[in-house]
């Protein structure tokens, strides 16, 4: 017995080192910067693929030509992360961090196509490094000698990172810069280099990650997403900025996931995500986290001005409104069919934005709520018996109780750590689906939910999806500008001076949040009938990726904003999966030159073009707040 525990507590800390060398990286780049790098698995799946060329190129067999491989990988991964800071992400450190972290969005699907283009789909199976392709006697256990080796390099790079930032003078204004970057600014610090050389040096530990990984795992296409999301609970369990806490945290996270494989089989696939919940609910700035200096709850600058639309905006969406309705008329049946999905992403996007816009309460688990509805529905036709009608009216409920049971814990927290709390439990939810087979079918899914006899027709099924989605977009329209609304953006512009005045901020954001999970639920519900079946990839990281770069394209403070979002993202990928293979490629670039040509989204970019061109126009001497105004 004895063993075996000490046998899974090395496979714990050998995982646990490959963690912390990706996620340290992370956490000096977000401690420093304050963007959220989604793009970091993919520099890290970059430096496994330019191993296995560099190594295979200089000769696996010799240890000069393996090491060697694995070091300039890691260094032509820094230099990778030089270029993105310098072309991208330097030009945006300005806008709001949600649409940085939508600009690194678009560089992973241009890093995704890049990869498949240059190394192929196949999987990549790299050599055993030399000197340690044997292994151990460990109290009668065989043990490889590599995994020790990995169990070593974790504490040891902990080592120099702790030299590093305490005993250089770039170690000592990074850490500055971590505490209080804006005061490392007027101290006469070059900022731009300073964020330059850590997004590389982040980038450089994320690439050496990667490289080391060679001998272990197969280089895959899907090492980036697999990975980001296990760094990301690393980084906040840890304390977003904390290079120890980020090792401590990988160290408990490897361990617990090594024993949670022999005890709790089931729970492995969701098991990282409820350590972070429990964790984020207890401390709610990670182990070691600090809270920020200056920070309060919520944003620390007011959002723009929100206003009513004026009649000529109003008078577009009727004209496009009623282009919908005619839409049948010419539109042949494919071009219908998505149609309707894009009708049934717009609520989707609107449901999301309820929270992030007028509450600024960022999601990264909102498909949660997206699946729950489709399941809600799907449950109703098989295990009830239920028609559509039933099933379309249980599906929101099945959701709202979610959002009002998730919400709770939710809107105690702020900021990345509060999207970050959403991921863990739309992650458990989506194990709850994926695990419960004898429920919900596993990953076979729920088939046969098809809509009443009446709304087979494909023209009377987008005219049903079209009719419920555009009242309960104009019902979540009115509540930003209804009582609720309000309360909501004095809480989410000014917590302490509404808590002043007596706006119970906590309450109202649960009641947005279970407002926004319904909303969700429905357009779930519709997409579950739409498509005749429910599966649990609903409900996954991808799909609430997708609802949140739909509002980050249209514009968060804008109500058309991700209505428009979601045609313009939903329609473009689509449209480019049938032009070219590589059609991530031009997404991805697509993403990248509009957040940095539109910083506010597509909406909030033409409003304020028009506002500018009118004052203009009549010879006003400044923009009014009113530039961003929802519409």
């Known amino acids: 017995m004895f063993d075996l525990i000490l046998t899974q507590i090395l496979n714990g800390l050998a995982s646990a080192s490959s963690l912390f060398l990706v996620a340290s990286g992370l956490s000096i780049i977000f401690g420093v910067t304050r963007i959220v790098n989604f793009a970091h698995g993919s520099l890290y799946m970059l430096g496994a693929y330019l191993a296995f060329t560099l190594v295979n190129l200089f000769g696996p067999a010799s240890a000069l030509g393996f090491w060697g491989g694995v070091v300039l990988a890691a260094v032509l991964v820094a230099l990778v992360g030089l270029v993105m800071e310098v072309t991208v ?162 160290v408990l996270i490897g361990v617990l996931h090594a024993f949670g494989i022999l005890i709790f089989p089931k729970i492995t696939l969701v098991l990282v995500f409820l350590v972070m919940a429990v964790v984020l609910v207890i401390k709610p700035y990670g182990l070691m986290g600090k809270r920020p200096v200056g920070h309060v709850r919520g944003p620390a600058a007011a959002e723009p001005l929100l206003t009513p639309a004026d009649r000529a905006t109003k008078l577009a969406g009727l004209a496009v409104l009623l282009l919908l309705v005619a839409a049948p008329l010419v539109t042949p049946d494919h071009l219908l069919l998505t149609l309707t999905e ?30 729950l509805g489709a399941y809600g529905a799907a449950l109703a036709v098989k295990w009830l018996g239920a028609p559509m009608e039933p099933a379309l009216v249980f599906a929101p409920f099945l959701a709202g109780i979610a959002g009002l049971v998730f919400g709770w814990f939710c809107v105690r927290l702020s900021g990345v750590y509060l999207a970050m709390l959403t991921l863990a439990f739309a992650q ?98 519709l997409f579950a009938f739409f498509k005749g079946s429910v599966f649990p ?9 997708d609802a949140l770069l739909m509002v980050l394209l249209g514009g968060v403070q804008t109500v058309s904003g991700p209505i428009v979002g979601a045609f313009a993202y939903a329609g473009l990928s689509e449209q480019l999966m049938k032009l070219t293979m590589y059609w991530r490629f031009v997404l991805g670039l697509s993403i990248v030159l509009l957040v940095v040509l539109f910083p506010r989204g597509l909406v909030g970019g033409f409003l304020a073009l028009r506002e500018r061109h009118g004052a203009a126009g009549s010879g006003a001497a400044g923009p009014r707040l009113a530039v961003e105004g929802v519409r």
């Open 89 to 250: 992400l330097r030009r945006i450190y300005q806008a709001p961090e949600l649409f940085q972290l939508l600009a690194t969005f678009g560089i992973v699907l241009m890093i995704q196509d890049i990869a498949l283009a240059s190394w192929g789909a196949e999987d990549k199976l790299g050599p055993r490094a030399p000197g340690f392709k044997s292994f151990v006697i460990l109290f009668g256990n065989r043990f490889p000698t590599y995994e020790l080796l990995l169990i070593v390099i974790g504490p040891a790079v902990l080592a120099l990172l702790w030299f590093l930032f305490q005993k250089t003078r770039w170690g000592t204004v990074v850490r500055a810069a971590t505490q209080d970057r804006e005061m490392v600014g007027a101290l006469g610090v070059n900022q731009r280099l300073l964020f330059t050389s850590v997004f590389a040096f982040g980038a450089g530990l994320a690439g050496l990650g990667g490289a080391l990984q060679l001998p272990r795992e197969a280089v895959t296409l899907h090492m980036d997403l697999s990975t980001i999301s296990e760094v990301f609970v690393v980084v906040v369990v840890g304390g977003l900025g904390s290079v120890a806490g980020a090792y401590l945290a990988a």
């Open 342 to 371: 894009l009708v049934i992403f717009a609520l989707f996007a609107a449901s999301l934005h309820f929270m992030m816009g007028p509450g600024g309460m960022a999601s990264f688990g909102h498909a949660a709520y997206f699946g």
């Open 428 to 525: 458990i939810a989506w194990a709850t689906a994926f695990q419960w087979v004898d429920l919900t079918g596993g990953d076979n899914g729920i088939l046969g939910v098809w809509p009443s006899s009446w709304a087979v027709p494909k023209t009377v099924f987008y005219y049903l999806a079209l009719a419920v989605c555009a009242a309960c977009v104009l019902a979540l329209r009115f509540t930003v500008f209804a009582p609720l609304g309000y309360a909501l953006r004095a809480a989410r512009d000014n917590p302490l001076r509404a808590e002043a005045i007596g706006i119970d901020v906590m309450r109202v954001q649960w009641v947005a949040f279970t407002v926004a999970a319904f909303a969700a639920g429905i357009a779930g519900g």
């Open 537 to 545: 990839t609903y409900m996954a990281i991808p799909r609430s990726v």
